[in-house]
């Protein structure tokens, strides 16, 4: 599996509710419609760690079946639009994104 890795940071308080409905009307949709996307998983952190503030406010995984598949998504329309999108959110609600790009590892779990 070959995944992108998206975090957002947090909009101002006052941005919160004017946030969330764009990313689940607006956003999500336009990265659902991305050619080749196996799953999409969008995550709102609550906290991190020992209670503190956590480290990203919202998290997505794109998941792809290879690297291939996500070149060829990326060459889309579809992808562009997404992409696009994300400049209208990071200039409207003053957040910032981080992209990571890479492979699934899945690590054997030990007994309990």
Not at 16 to 37: I, M, W
Not at 85 to 96: L, N, T
């Amino acid at each position: 599996m070959y995944k992108i890795i998206a975090c957002w940071s947090a909009p101002k308080s006052e941005d919160v509710e004017a946030f969330e409905k764009h990313y689940a009307e607006v956003h999500l949709p336009a990265a659902a419609r991305s050619p080749h996307l196996r799953k999409l998983v969008a995550i709102r952190t609550d906290t991190n760690l020992g209670g503190s503030d956590p480290s990203f406010y919202r998290v997505a995984e794109l998941h792809y079946d290879s690297e291939a598949d996500l070149q060829a998504s990326e060459q889309s329309p579809e992808f562009a639009a997404m992409r696009a999108d994300a400049g209208v959110m990071i200039e409207r609600f003053g957040v910032s994104l981080e992209v990571g790009i890479g492979t699934e590892v899945e690590a054997e779990l030990s007994p309990a």
